[in-house]
């Protein structure tokens, strides 16, 4: 089998020390080698080599995102003071007639020149469920369920989502999206659980994202419980009952919802004792700082979740509330945010750098199923290239991490090349 071999001054993944002039050699695939080139060419020496200029890394894992919206990016790119205000805004555009299917793929072909090579997709119109199948991008697109009473979910709304997930085109896995606490009954988020046990596949819910959101769950009172009564939904177990007394993350265990199977978007608006219970149940958070930053809300707690131990992840969630799809945009973000809140560790820019890969890789569960977010013999060959001006592979991290590129050079998925910047010309040699 054709041997190729990726080489670039710095190669970098999570857990393992940087490589100075490295090499990733694929093979069907798969990482056939990983280490010095000199000692990858020595044991390929056949290999067709791939000259490349930056840094070499896992693909980049997008934890959250909606790729449908992509052609909604005039909501993200203004500013809003808060949820309601970027509601509203999202709202007027939502209803007009589109292409679905064109804006998710538009988008996941920004994702693809961004470095990510697996994502988490939030499918809410079934037009944009095969964006993610027909890129070839990995990951797991979610099929997201909101709008349902207890009353009308007992009248076939199983059935109506096991079909719905069931059309979802495969490749990716699909899984299931719970959308939030307060767009469904207690019960059916109940029943969701147990039935994404029951067909084993994995939860995706956004949680603890606003002040809203939890004074709804709280005492079922504020501007979000009066959205959902004038909308016809003052049934809803938590609007009736005047909430529960608790925060979003007790509620969602309450369910039976937090399960190692699941991870969150957001998890803002979140204490000591959340955090902890989140640990202990062994469910990640994707953090998307500059869509909260757009839509007014506050920051993720990331120098607790980082002193804690949570385990983490990094999603851009859409253009509709976000300036791009670019992983490292976000990252940037978390690496300022830490830093004011008063992280001083030396290990922040490696603590991010497995954020953005492992880290993603584990929320989606994919490292149970076949390595992906790292660099080892055996695993996906998911790459990216990215430029850098750095001359070390230390500095070349500290450079990915604070202010890392919009744009990949170079993204293979799965040994397939998937995105090349165009303007570059790729040196090869046949032997070396």
Do not use: K
């Amino acid at each position: 089998m054709t041997v190729t071999v990726h080489r670039a001054r710095a190669v970098l993944s999570p857990g393992t020390p940087p490589l100075v002039d490295g090499a990733v050699a694929v093979r069907d695939g798969r990482i056939a080698a990983v280490g010095r080139f000199d000692d990858v060419i020595s044991e390929f020496p056949d290999a067709a080599v791939h000259e490349e200029d930056g840094a070499l890394t896992p693909g980049l894992v997008n934890a959250h995102t909606h790729l449908q919206y992509t052609d909604m990016a005039a909501v993200g790119r203004a500013a809003h003071d808060g949820f309601e205000s970027w509601m509203g805004a999202f709202m007027e555009l939502y209803p007009l007639p589109r292409d679905w299917s064109a804006s998710a793929a538009a988008g996941a072909a920004l994702c693809l020149r961004a470095g990510t090579t697996a994502v988490a997709e939030i499918v809410t119109d079934a037009e944009a469920g095969s964006a993610v199948h027909e890129s070839g991008l990995h990951g797991i697109a979610f099929w997201e369920v909101l709008g349902w009473t207890e009353s009308a979910w007992r009248l076939g709304g199983p059935e109506t989502v096991r079909a719905q997930l069931g059309a979802l085109p495969t490749p990716p896995t699909v899984g299931l999206s719970p959308h939030a606490i307060y767009s469904l009954d207690t019960e059916v988020i109940r029943e969701l659980s147990r039935l994404a046990a029951e067909w084993g596949v994995r939860q995706h819910i956004h949680a603890a994202e606003s002040a809203w959101e939890d004074a709804y769950v709280r005492t079922g009172t504020g501007d979000l419980a009066e959205r959902w009564r004038a909308n016809g939904r003052g049934e809803f177990a938590l609007l009736s009952g005047n909430g529960v007394g608790t925060g979003v993350i007790p509620y969602l265990d309450s369910l039976g919802a937090l399960t190692p199977t699941t991870h969150l978007a957001h998890g803002i608006y979140v204490d000591t004792d959340d955090r902890r219970l989140l640990r202990d149940r062994g469910v990640s958070v994707a953090l998307c700082p500059r869509s909260n930053a757009v839509i007014g809300l506050d920051p993720p707690p990331i120098a607790a979740y980082l002193r804690e131990g949570n385990a983490i992840a990094v999603g851009t969630d859409s253009l509709s509330s976000s300036p791009s799809l670019s992983i490292w945009h976000d990252v940037a973000a978390l690496h300022r945010l830490a830093r004011e809140q008063g992280y001083a560790a030396p290990d922040l820019h490696a603590r991010l750098f497995h954020a953005a890969t492992a880290g993603g890789a584990h929320a989606l569960g994919l490292d149970a199923v076949d390595p992906t977010g790292i660099l080892q013999v055996g695993a996906r060959a998911d790459l990216a290239v990215f430029p850098v001006s750095a001359t070390t592979p230390e500095d070349a991290l500290a450079e990915l991490v604070e202010n890392g590129p919009a744009e990949a050079s170079l993204t293979v998925v799965g040994g397939h090349l998937r995105w090349r910047t165009p303007a570059r010309e790729e040196r090869m040699t046949a032997n070396v």
